[in-house]
C-alpha cells in the first residue's frame, strides 16, 4: 500500500470512529450496539492497515485493544438479538 493510499484509508477510519463516538453521545432514544460497534471494529480494521506503513506502536497497540473491545461488543449486541 502506497503511502497515499495509507493516509486515505487511516482517514476513512478515523473518520468512522469519531462518527460512532458522536452517534453515541447523540443517541436520541436507544442505540444501535451492532452499528456501533462495527464502525469501530471496521474504523479501529482501517487505521491498523494505515499503521503498517506508518507504524507507531503506541498507536498500533491502542488501535488492536480498541478492535478487540469493539469485537467484544459486537459479539454481545448480536448474542442479544439473538435472544431477542
Partial sequence: MSPLIADIVGMIGSAMMVAAYAYSNMAAARMNFVAFNLANLVGSALLIASLMVH??????TMEIVWAA????????????????
Fill in 69 to 84: 473491545i469493539s469485537l467484544f461488543g459486537l459479539a454481545k449486541a448480536l448474542r442479544g438479538r439473538m435472544k431477542a
Fill in 55 to 60: 507504524f507507531n506502536i503506541a498507536a498500533m
